[in-house]
């Protein structure tokens, strides 16, 4: 059965850090486009960074961008969103996507993990 696990959450102060990991099982992960997103309570999902199937053509939100650094871990089905200098802002559930890249499609077949909880206080 396919499945990628999101942990590493959890409460940090303002200008601290945070190292979340997505397992990933079930699938050909080196196939797989990897993208993580944020959401909190009465907003739309959002877009935090992106990698292709190699880990690399990284993508960031702009709020985001030289503070958070993701990358992919094909040896180990394993990708990471390393979170540095967080902001009270981003305090959100991170969910990890797995996109397969391995054919041009309009809707290619992805998969979400179930989110990590990281809260930021100031």
């Known amino acids: 059965q396919v499945q990628l696990v999101e942990s590493g ?4 102060q303002a200008g601290g850090s945070l190292r979340l990991s997505c397992a990933a099982s079930g699938f050909t992960f080196s196939n797989y486009a990897m993208t993580w ?5 009465g907003k739309e999902r959002e877009l ?3 990698c292709d199937s ?3 053509s990284t ?3 702009d709020s985001v ?3 958070f ?3 992919k871990d ?3 089905n394993t990708v990471y969103l390393q979170m540095n200098n967080l902001k009270p802002e981003d305090t959100a559930v991170y969910y990890c996507n797995a996109r397969d890249s391995s054919y041009v499609s309009m809707n290619p077949r992805s998969y979400w993990g179930q989110g990590t909880q990281v809260t930021v206080s100031s």
């Not at 959450?9 to 940090?12: F, K």
């Open 9 to 12: 959450g959890g409460l940090v």
């Open 37 to 41: 997103y944020r959401q909190v309570p």
């Open 48 to 50: 935090v960074a992106s």
């Open 54 to 56: 190699a880990g690399g």
């Open 59 to 61: 993508n960031y939100e």
């Open 65 to 67: 961008k030289g503070r």
């Open 69 to 71: 650094t993701i990358s």
């Open 74 to 76: 094909n040896a180990k």
